[in-house]
Protein backbone atom coordinates (compact mmCIF):
# COMPACT_ATOMS: atom_id res chain seq x y z
CA UNK A 1 0.00 0.00 0.00
CA UNK A 2 2.84 2.34 0.95
CA UNK A 3 4.40 1.66 -2.45
CA UNK A 4 1.30 2.80 -4.37
CA UNK A 5 1.10 5.69 -2.40
CA UNK A 6 4.92 7.05 -3.20
CA UNK A 7 4.00 5.85 -6.71
CA UNK A 8 0.83 8.04 -7.35
CA UNK A 9 2.60 10.93 -5.18
CA UNK A 10 5.46 10.57 -7.87
CA UNK A 11 3.08 10.33 -10.63
CA UNK A 12 1.48 14.17 -9.35
CA UNK A 13 4.92 15.37 -8.88
CA UNK A 14 6.23 14.80 -12.52
CA UNK A 15 2.19 15.96 -14.22
CA UNK A 16 2.50 19.26 -12.40
CA UNK A 17 6.38 19.41 -13.87
CA UNK A 18 5.26 18.92 -17.27
CA UNK A 19 2.46 21.71 -16.95
CA UNK A 20 4.53 24.38 -15.70
CA UNK A 21 6.69 23.57 -18.70
CA UNK A 22 3.92 23.60 -21.42
CA UNK A 23 2.35 27.45 -20.17
CA UNK A 24 5.94 28.60 -19.81
CA UNK A 25 6.72 27.61 -23.31
CA UNK A 26 5.53 30.68 -26.56
CA UNK A 27 2.36 29.74 -27.76
CA UNK A 28 2.23 29.64 -31.85
CA UNK A 29 -0.45 32.27 -32.97
CA UNK A 30 -3.45 30.69 -33.85
CA UNK A 31 -3.90 30.20 -37.68
CA UNK A 32 -6.61 32.16 -39.94
CA UNK A 33 -9.85 29.83 -40.22
CA UNK A 34 -10.11 28.81 -44.27
CA UNK A 35 -12.79 29.79 -46.42
CA UNK A 36 -15.66 27.50 -46.90
CA UNK A 37 -15.27 25.90 -50.25
CA UNK A 38 -17.51 26.37 -52.80
CA UNK A 39 -20.65 24.32 -52.40
CA UNK A 40 -20.39 20.53 -54.19
CA UNK A 41 -23.82 20.58 -55.11
CA UNK A 42 -25.75 21.76 -58.48
CA UNK A 43 -27.85 24.93 -58.30
CA UNK A 44 -31.12 24.21 -58.69
CA UNK A 45 -32.76 23.76 -62.16
CA UNK A 46 -34.52 26.84 -63.21
CA UNK A 47 -36.90 25.33 -66.34
CA UNK A 48 -39.47 22.69 -66.04
CA UNK A 49 -37.72 20.29 -68.22
CA UNK A 50 -35.25 19.73 -65.42
CA UNK A 51 -37.64 19.66 -63.17
CA UNK A 52 -39.16 16.78 -65.14
CA UNK A 53 -35.84 15.11 -65.33
CA UNK A 54 -35.13 15.33 -61.29
CA UNK A 55 -38.19 12.90 -60.63
CA UNK A 56 -40.94 13.72 -58.38
CA UNK A 57 -40.56 16.15 -55.70
CA UNK A 58 -39.82 15.97 -52.27
CA UNK A 59 -42.53 16.32 -49.58
CA UNK A 60 -40.08 19.35 -48.01
CA UNK A 61 -39.95 20.72 -51.22
CA UNK A 62 -36.09 21.24 -53.28
CA UNK A 63 -33.21 22.80 -51.25
CA UNK A 64 -32.42 26.32 -52.51
CA UNK A 65 -28.41 27.58 -52.95
CA UNK A 66 -28.49 28.79 -49.62
CA UNK A 67 -29.98 25.83 -47.61
CA UNK A 68 -26.97 24.17 -49.69
CA UNK A 69 -24.42 26.80 -48.44
CA UNK A 70 -25.43 26.55 -45.35
CA UNK A 71 -24.84 22.76 -44.23
CA UNK A 72 -22.06 22.28 -46.20
CA UNK A 73 -19.64 23.46 -43.59
CA UNK A 74 -16.56 22.07 -42.31
CA UNK A 75 -17.16 21.95 -38.67
CA UNK A 76 -20.67 20.56 -39.33
CA UNK A 77 -19.25 16.80 -38.38
CA UNK A 78 -17.57 17.90 -34.95
CA UNK A 79 -19.95 18.96 -32.19
CA UNK A 80 -17.76 17.74 -29.62
CA UNK A 81 -14.56 19.68 -30.44
CA UNK A 82 -17.19 22.38 -30.75
CA UNK A 83 -18.81 21.65 -27.05
CA UNK A 84 -15.34 21.12 -25.51
CA UNK A 85 -14.09 24.47 -27.00
CA UNK A 86 -17.21 26.33 -25.94
CA UNK A 87 -16.31 25.25 -21.68
CA UNK A 88 -13.67 27.56 -19.29
CA UNK A 89 -10.35 26.90 -19.31
CA UNK A 90 -8.74 25.95 -16.32
CA UNK A 91 -5.83 27.76 -15.08
CA UNK A 92 -3.29 26.10 -13.76
CA UNK A 93 -1.07 26.82 -10.59
CA UNK A 94 1.88 28.18 -11.10
CA UNK A 95 5.05 30.72 -9.98
CA UNK A 96 6.59 30.18 -6.36
CA UNK A 97 3.45 28.24 -4.98
CA UNK A 98 3.52 25.76 -7.64
CA UNK A 99 6.97 24.91 -7.47
CA UNK A 100 7.23 24.59 -3.41
CA UNK A 101 3.71 21.81 -4.04
CA UNK A 102 6.17 19.88 -6.70
CA UNK A 103 9.21 19.92 -4.37
CA UNK A 104 6.71 18.15 -1.18
CA UNK A 105 4.81 15.89 -3.18
CA UNK A 106 8.46 15.00 -4.10
CA UNK A 107 10.23 14.41 -0.51
CA UNK A 108 6.79 12.73 0.84
CA UNK A 109 7.36 10.18 -2.25
CA UNK A 110 10.73 9.54 -1.79
CA UNK A 111 9.94 9.01 2.26
CA UNK A 112 7.17 6.43 1.67
CA UNK A 113 9.11 4.35 -0.65
CA UNK A 114 12.01 4.81 2.11
CA UNK A 115 10.21 3.09 4.85
CA UNK A 116 8.95 0.61 2.46
CA UNK A 117 11.90 -0.53 1.76
CA UNK A 118 12.70 -0.18 5.23
CA UNK A 119 9.90 -2.35 6.51
CA UNK A 120 10.68 -5.10 3.71
CA UNK A 121 14.18 -5.21 5.01
CA UNK A 122 13.43 -5.50 8.80
CA UNK A 123 10.36 -8.00 8.71
CA UNK A 124 10.78 -10.00 5.43
CA UNK A 125 10.78 -13.77 6.30
CA UNK A 126 14.09 -16.05 6.64
CA UNK A 127 14.71 -18.48 4.01
CA UNK A 128 12.92 -21.68 3.82
CA UNK A 129 9.84 -20.81 6.29
CA UNK A 130 6.81 -21.17 5.49
CA UNK A 131 4.18 -17.78 6.03
CA UNK A 132 0.97 -17.17 5.09
CA UNK A 133 -1.83 -20.09 3.91
CA UNK A 134 1.18 -22.52 4.24
CA UNK A 135 1.97 -21.29 8.17
CA UNK A 136 -1.58 -21.73 9.16
CA UNK A 137 -2.03 -24.95 7.41
CA UNK A 138 1.17 -26.46 8.37
CA UNK A 139 0.67 -24.69 12.21
CA UNK A 140 -2.78 -26.21 12.93
CA UNK A 141 -3.45 -29.22 9.98
CA UNK A 142 -4.03 -32.55 11.77
CA UNK A 143 -1.26 -35.31 11.47
CA UNK A 144 -1.94 -37.44 8.22
CA UNK A 145 -2.49 -41.19 8.78
CA UNK A 146 -0.39 -43.44 6.73
CA UNK A 147 -2.44 -45.60 4.75
CA UNK A 148 -0.84 -49.11 4.16
CA UNK A 149 -0.58 -50.39 -0.07
CA UNK A 150 -2.36 -53.01 -1.14
CA UNK A 151 -0.19 -56.43 -1.28
CA UNK A 152 1.75 -55.87 -4.73
CA UNK A 153 1.34 -59.77 -5.26
CA UNK A 154 -2.44 -60.84 -4.12
CA UNK A 155 -3.73 -56.87 -4.63
CA UNK A 156 -5.48 -57.33 -1.06
CA UNK A 157 -5.28 -54.26 0.63
CA UNK A 158 -3.72 -54.22 3.63
CA UNK A 159 -5.10 -54.36 7.24
CA UNK A 160 -6.00 -50.75 8.47
CA UNK A 161 -4.29 -49.44 11.50
CA UNK A 162 -6.47 -49.18 14.36
CA UNK A 163 -8.68 -46.40 14.89
CA UNK A 164 -8.58 -44.52 18.57
CA UNK A 165 -11.64 -45.20 21.09
CA UNK A 166 -12.78 -42.80 23.59
CA UNK A 167 -13.11 -45.95 25.89
CA UNK A 168 -9.69 -47.67 27.33
CA UNK A 169 -11.19 -50.97 27.31
CA UNK A 170 -11.64 -51.18 23.61
CA UNK A 171 -8.18 -50.60 23.11
CA UNK A 172 -6.06 -53.42 21.52
CA UNK A 173 -3.67 -55.57 23.50
CA UNK A 174 -0.48 -55.79 23.15
CA UNK A 175 0.58 -59.43 22.69
CA UNK A 176 4.00 -61.07 23.83
CA UNK A 177 6.92 -62.90 22.20
CA UNK A 178 5.23 -66.05 22.58
CA UNK A 179 2.45 -67.52 20.14
CA UNK A 180 -1.00 -67.39 21.49
CA UNK A 181 -2.88 -70.88 21.90
CA UNK A 182 -5.02 -71.97 19.63
CA UNK A 183 -8.66 -73.24 20.36
CA UNK A 184 -9.79 -75.76 18.22
CA UNK A 185 -13.54 -75.27 16.96
CA UNK A 186 -16.16 -77.39 17.40
CA UNK A 187 -16.87 -80.07 14.37
CA UNK A 188 -20.89 -79.82 14.79
CA UNK A 189 -20.01 -75.92 14.63
CA UNK A 190 -17.44 -76.13 11.97
CA UNK A 191 -20.29 -78.82 9.63
CA UNK A 192 -22.98 -76.30 9.64
CA UNK A 193 -21.20 -73.51 8.82
CA UNK A 194 -19.77 -75.15 5.64
CA UNK A 195 -23.25 -76.43 5.15
CA UNK A 196 -24.46 -72.77 4.97
CA UNK A 197 -21.68 -71.61 2.51
CA UNK A 198 -21.95 -74.35 -0.03
CA UNK A 199 -25.45 -73.44 -0.63
CA UNK A 200 -24.31 -69.41 -1.25
CA UNK A 201 -21.44 -70.55 -3.10
CA UNK A 202 -23.46 -72.79 -5.35
CA UNK A 203 -26.16 -69.54 -5.46
CA UNK A 204 -23.47 -66.99 -6.27
CA UNK A 205 -21.23 -69.31 -8.88
CA UNK A 206 -24.64 -69.68 -11.09
CA UNK A 207 -26.44 -66.35 -10.63
CA UNK A 208 -23.60 -63.93 -9.02
CA UNK A 209 -20.21 -64.69 -10.29
CA UNK A 210 -18.40 -61.54 -9.55
CA UNK A 211 -19.13 -61.75 -6.33
CA UNK A 212 -18.46 -65.76 -6.14
CA UNK A 213 -14.86 -64.68 -7.08
CA UNK A 214 -14.62 -62.36 -4.33
CA UNK A 215 -14.33 -64.53 -1.58
CA UNK A 216 -10.70 -65.43 -0.12
CA UNK A 217 -9.58 -68.29 1.03
CA UNK A 218 -9.61 -69.13 4.97
CA UNK A 219 -8.16 -67.79 7.68
CA UNK A 220 -5.24 -69.73 9.62
CA UNK A 221 -6.20 -71.18 12.99
CA UNK A 222 -2.92 -69.16 14.45
CA UNK A 223 -4.35 -66.09 12.97
CA UNK A 224 -7.53 -66.35 14.75
CA UNK A 225 -6.11 -66.66 17.87
CA UNK A 226 -3.84 -63.82 17.26
CA UNK A 227 -6.93 -61.97 16.50
CA UNK A 228 -8.21 -62.80 20.01
CA UNK A 229 -5.37 -62.03 21.61
CA UNK A 230 -5.31 -58.61 20.32
CA UNK A 231 -9.04 -57.99 21.43
CA UNK A 232 -8.87 -60.01 24.85
CA UNK A 233 -12.43 -62.16 23.97
CA UNK A 234 -13.00 -65.23 22.24
CA UNK A 235 -14.67 -64.88 19.07
CA UNK A 236 -17.71 -66.88 18.67
CA UNK A 237 -17.19 -70.36 17.19
CA UNK A 238 -19.90 -69.86 14.21
CA UNK A 239 -17.87 -66.50 13.27
CA UNK A 240 -14.53 -68.53 13.76
CA UNK A 241 -15.88 -71.53 11.31
CA UNK A 242 -16.97 -69.04 8.66
CA UNK A 243 -13.23 -66.82 8.96
CA UNK A 244 -11.42 -70.61 8.38
CA UNK A 245 -13.50 -70.98 5.40
CA UNK A 246 -13.50 -67.60 3.79
CA UNK A 247 -11.07 -64.82 5.53
CA UNK A 248 -13.64 -62.32 4.17
CA UNK A 249 -14.14 -60.81 0.29
CA UNK A 250 -12.19 -58.03 -1.64
CA UNK A 251 -13.10 -55.96 -4.39
CA UNK A 252 -16.63 -53.77 -5.35
CA UNK A 253 -18.38 -57.26 -5.76
CA UNK A 254 -17.52 -58.09 -2.66
CA UNK A 255 -19.64 -60.46 -0.88
CA UNK A 256 -22.07 -58.00 1.57
CA UNK A 257 -24.96 -59.77 3.93
CA UNK A 258 -28.17 -57.61 3.71
CA UNK A 259 -28.45 -54.39 3.28
CA UNK A 260 -24.76 -53.60 2.72
CA UNK A 261 -22.77 -55.43 4.79
CA UNK A 262 -19.43 -56.11 3.20
CA UNK A 263 -17.65 -59.06 4.98
CA UNK A 264 -14.51 -58.56 6.76
CA UNK A 265 -11.58 -60.63 7.40
CA UNK A 266 -9.64 -61.25 10.57
CA UNK A 267 -6.68 -58.44 9.91
CA UNK A 268 -10.06 -56.14 9.46
CA UNK A 269 -11.89 -57.12 12.35
CA UNK A 270 -8.80 -56.52 14.67
CA UNK A 271 -8.52 -52.94 13.06
CA UNK A 272 -12.26 -52.13 13.65
CA UNK A 273 -12.44 -53.50 17.02
CA UNK A 274 -11.46 -50.08 18.86
CA UNK A 275 -14.35 -47.85 17.00
CA UNK A 276 -17.33 -50.86 16.83
CA UNK A 277 -16.50 -51.59 20.44
CA UNK A 278 -16.96 -47.26 21.74
CA UNK A 279 -20.13 -47.92 19.63
CA UNK A 280 -21.68 -49.90 21.96
CA UNK A 281 -19.50 -53.06 22.05
CA UNK A 282 -19.72 -56.40 20.09
CA UNK A 283 -16.87 -57.74 17.65
CA UNK A 284 -17.14 -56.56 14.40
CA UNK A 285 -17.38 -58.40 11.03
CA UNK A 286 -18.86 -56.87 8.58
CA UNK A 287 -18.90 -53.14 7.32
CA UNK A 288 -21.40 -50.71 5.79
CA UNK A 289 -19.15 -48.04 4.09
CA UNK A 290 -22.11 -45.68 2.96
CA UNK A 291 -23.12 -45.44 6.50
CA UNK A 292 -20.25 -46.33 8.95
CA UNK A 293 -22.00 -48.86 10.81
CA UNK A 294 -20.85 -52.39 12.09
CA UNK A 295 -22.34 -56.06 12.14
CA UNK A 296 -21.16 -57.07 15.63
CA UNK A 297 -21.45 -60.34 17.60
CA UNK A 298 -21.69 -60.37 21.04
CA UNK A 299 -18.57 -62.77 22.39
CA UNK A 300 -20.74 -64.01 25.57
CA UNK A 301 -23.75 -64.24 23.86
CA UNK A 302 -23.16 -64.54 20.60
CA UNK A 303 -26.00 -62.63 19.50
CA UNK A 304 -25.62 -60.62 16.11
CA UNK A 305 -26.63 -56.71 15.48
CA UNK A 306 -25.60 -53.75 13.96
CA UNK A 307 -23.66 -51.19 15.55
CA UNK A 308 -24.11 -47.26 14.44
CA UNK A 309 -22.96 -43.97 14.97
CA UNK A 310 -20.14 -44.03 12.42
CA UNK A 311 -19.97 -42.00 8.84
CA UNK A 312 -24.00 -42.03 9.06
CA UNK A 313 -25.28 -40.96 12.69
CA UNK A 314 -24.60 -38.68 14.82
CA UNK A 315 -24.90 -40.51 18.37
CA UNK A 316 -21.78 -42.52 18.80
CA UNK A 317 -23.11 -44.14 21.93
CA UNK A 318 -25.96 -45.92 20.74
CA UNK A 319 -25.83 -49.93 21.35
CA UNK A 320 -26.45 -52.62 19.08
CA UNK A 321 -29.43 -54.22 18.98
CA UNK A 322 -27.97 -58.04 19.61
CA UNK A 323 -31.35 -59.76 19.18
CA UNK A 324 -31.69 -59.19 15.19
CA UNK A 325 -30.26 -62.82 15.22
CA UNK A 326 -29.30 -65.25 17.69
CA UNK A 327 -26.14 -66.06 16.48
CA UNK A 328 -23.83 -65.46 13.42
CA UNK A 329 -24.86 -69.32 12.29
CA UNK A 330 -28.55 -67.30 12.59
CA UNK A 331 -27.68 -65.14 10.32
CA UNK A 332 -25.30 -66.59 7.72
CA UNK A 333 -28.50 -69.42 7.26
CA UNK A 334 -31.53 -66.70 7.02
CA UNK A 335 -28.93 -65.50 4.26
CA UNK A 336 -28.92 -68.82 2.63
CA UNK A 337 -32.03 -69.22 2.43
CA UNK A 338 -32.95 -65.64 1.15
CA UNK A 339 -30.66 -66.57 -1.54
CA UNK A 340 -32.11 -69.78 -2.19
CA UNK A 341 -35.85 -69.18 -2.36
CA UNK A 342 -36.07 -65.18 -2.90
CA UNK A 343 -36.88 -64.62 0.32
CA UNK A 344 -36.13 -61.17 2.55
CA UNK A 345 -33.79 -61.26 5.12
CA UNK A 346 -34.36 -58.26 7.66
CA UNK A 347 -36.87 -56.73 5.09
CA UNK A 348 -33.74 -56.68 2.05
CA UNK A 349 -34.20 -59.00 -0.91
CA UNK A 350 -30.85 -60.01 -2.87
CA UNK A 351 -31.07 -58.80 -6.55
CA UNK A 352 -28.34 -59.35 -8.84
CA UNK A 353 -26.80 -56.66 -11.14
CA UNK A 354 -23.68 -57.30 -13.90
CA UNK A 355 -22.74 -60.59 -11.76
CA UNK A 356 -22.70 -58.55 -8.51
CA UNK A 357 -24.92 -59.58 -5.47
CA UNK A 358 -26.75 -56.31 -4.12
CA UNK A 359 -29.41 -56.24 -1.72
CA UNK A 360 -33.21 -54.19 -2.50
Given amino acids: MALVVALVAGAAAGLVVVARRRRAAPQAPAAPHPAPPASRHPAPPGDAGDLAGRGPEPLLGWPTSEDLERYDRPEGGAPIARLLDSLPRIERPRGRKARRWTAALAALGLLVLASQLLENAVFRPQAGTASGRAAYAGAYAEPATAVPSADPVTGVPAAQPP ?154 EMPYAEDEWSSYYALLKSTADALAEGGPVGGWVPVVREGVLEWK
Fill in 163 to 316: LPSRDPACALRKTGSTAPAVRPVSRRVTAAVNRQWRRMERWLKAHAPRTYASLNGPAGHVLLAKAEARLGRRIPDSLRASLLRHDGARGPAAFRFSSSYEIMGARGLVSSWPEACGLGGGIPFAYDSDFGDYLVTNSATGGVGSATGGVGSADW
